[in-house]
């Protein structure tokens, strides 16, 4: 089922909320990740958010899944919509699946 066009945009709200606050909350040793995929159910009581890191996805899934309800706290703080969904988080291992990919690639040319 397609999104809507209101839904998109209160996914990019939410992915760029969050960004700033997971780069307060999370602590610095878990080094770079990002968020990928932000995807709010169409009541808005759920959303799924993506993260990448190329350190420990594990531990830093471990982390935030420690700290989410400081983060929606503070989404709820500065979201401009009536309800903020629930967060949970998940990783993307698609950068991980590509360069899978890309290695059996290279190893298939090499024979």
Do not use: W
């Amino acid at each position: 089922m397609e999104k809507s066009r209101r839904i998109e945009k209160i996914n990019e709200q939410i992915k760029t909320i969050l960004s700033s606050i997971l780069h307060e909350v999370i602590d610095k040793t878990f080094g770079v990740f990002s968020i990928t995929i932000v995807d709010t159910s169409p009541d808005m009581h759920h959303c799924k958010v993506f993260v990448s890191s190329f350190s420990d996805p594990a531990k830093l899934l471990e982390e935030l899944d420690s700290k989410k309800h400081t983060v929606n706290k503070k989404l709820a703080s500065k979201m401009t919509t009536k309800f903020t969904p629930k967060i949970r988080f998940y990783l993307d291992d698609s950068i991980e699946y590509a360069d899978k990919i890309s290695r059996l690639i290279d190893e298939s040319k090499r024979k």
